[in-house]
């Protein structure tokens, strides 16, 4: 049963509706004791090319320049580099 009360911003919903949990839904479930990730549930498929992490040490002038370029900026420098690796100008 969904209620709109006066004056209240979401809509109420009745925790008696709630739908029944079954042995899929437990199987699919992410695991958690306290805030430590124990099992991971069903969610997006691994990606083929995931991208790595790695630290590199740029000059500060470099770096500010690529921050004030904007959101994406670490991005836009890896599509950079990575056509320069592939045109062999490295």
Do not use: C
């Not at 911003?9 to 199987?27: I, L």
């Amino acid at each position: 049963m969904n209620v709109k009360l006066k004056n209240m911003k979401e809509e109420w919903v009745d925790p008696d509706d709630a739908p029944e949990v079954d042995e899929e839904w437990f199987q699919n479930a992410h695991v958690y004791i306290g805030d430590t990730l124990i099992k991971r549930g069903v969610g997006r498929p691994p990606i083929k090319n995931a991208k790595e992490m790695l630290s590199i040490r740029l000059d500060s002038d470099v770096l500010e320049k690529l921050r004030a370029s904007g959101k994406g900026w670490q991005t836009r420098l890896g599509k950079h580099i990575k056509e320069a690796v592939l045109k062999g100008t490295l």
